[in-house]
């Protein structure tokens, strides 16, 4: 009853879209450019199968281009591109915010607390276009720099990419924050004590001491981080330019643009085992690690 729970949950919306995905990324729509086309047709007793697997081959070859260097390919690239750098910049800004948090007070740390989980309380799109406001060339960073004589012009702060790594860093250091905490928040003063007593400096002391065993928040907050920007498809509509082709920008682009859900499904099912293959080898990895350091 225990594991039947988390499993049926899995099978209802993860197994059963995933495999309507797959079931559409191989649908030959036809010339009525239906979605749920049948697979299989049987007609005077003869049995026929309509499977159209061009839909992922176009998205490695293009006709100009060869192998390799398609649309599809780039987006997917600076999509991962863009997740990295977001998951780094969460990382190095919400690891000491982390710290502090887990250091702090008894009585101030629920306050602590309460802050970072408050953007949660205001809808997504407020918050991103709030930065669009903040980064636009009549916002309010380009009044106070040009008020403080930095600049005579506005500045291009808006549709590039400091205003996606900005935006998208702000709506994800949460998920790298809380991760963080809950880990460091049990880890054990008296190591750090003991390596004082023993001569150690403090960034000796963090690095070899509280880095170590803050590992596994860290690999949490960073699948928590990586895995959405990697589909993100608001905040780099909103504050991306149009060279900023994400691969969540182009499914939605085929899916409603160009009305081709058999590729928009095909994009996803790539993107979808794209994560789900690494993650599922390294938690064999790291479970394999554990028995062995048990044994």
């Known amino acids: ?15 059963a879209p995933f495999f309507i995905l797959l079931r559409i990324s191989v649908t030959d729509m ?5 979605p749920f086309a ?5 007609q005077a007793g003869q049995f026929s199968l309509h499977l159209k697997f061009a839909n992922y081959v176009s998205l490695l070859l293009d006709a100009d281009s060869g192998w390799g260097h398609t649309l599809y390919i780039e987006s997917y690239l600076l999509s991962l591109r863009y997740a990295f750098l977001t998951t780094l910049s969460c990382l190095l800004i919400g690891y000491p915010f982390a710290y502090f948090l887990a250091r702090s007070p008894n009585a101030v740390r629920p306050l602590l607390l309460l802050m970072v989980m408050l ?6 799109l407020l918050r991103v276009y709030a930065w669009k406001g903040l980064l636009a060339d009549t916002g309010l ?7 403080i004589g930095l600049t005579d012009e506005p500045v291009q702060l808006l549709y590039n990419d400091i205003s996606m790594l900005v935006g998208m860093t702000y709506v994800y250091l ?12 049990k880890l054990d003063i008296r190591l750090l004590e003991a390596a004082q007593d023993l001569g150690a400096t403090p960034w000796k002391t963090f690095w070899l001491i509280t880095v ?29 330019g149009a060279e900023n082709l994400m691969i969540g920008r182009v499914v939605w682009d085929e899916m409603f643009s160009s009305n081709n859900w058999p590729r928009a499904s095909a994009l996803s099912i790539v993107l979808i085992l794209g994560v789900v293959i ?10 394999r690690k554990v028995a062995e350091e048990n044994s």
């Open 174 to 185: 949460p998920f790298m924050v809380l991760p963080l905490y809950a880990n460091l928040v």
């Open 141 to 147: 960073i380009n009044h106070l720099l040009m008020g």
């Open 1 to 15: 009853m225990v594991l039947g729970v988390p499993w049926f949950w899995l099978l209802l919306f993860f197994a």
């Open 278 to 287: 690494p993650l599922a080898w390294f938690n064999q990895r790291l479970a």
């Open 119 to 124: 953007p949660f309380w205001t809808s997504f």
């Open 212 to 240: 170590p065993t803050s590992r596994a928040g860290i690999v949490a907050g960073s699948i928590l981080v990586f895995i959405p920007c990697l589909g993100e498809f608001v905040i780099p509509s909103l504050l991306g």
């Open 38 to 42: 049948p697979l299989f047709v049987v």
């Open 30 to 34: 036809g010339e009525q450019l239906n």
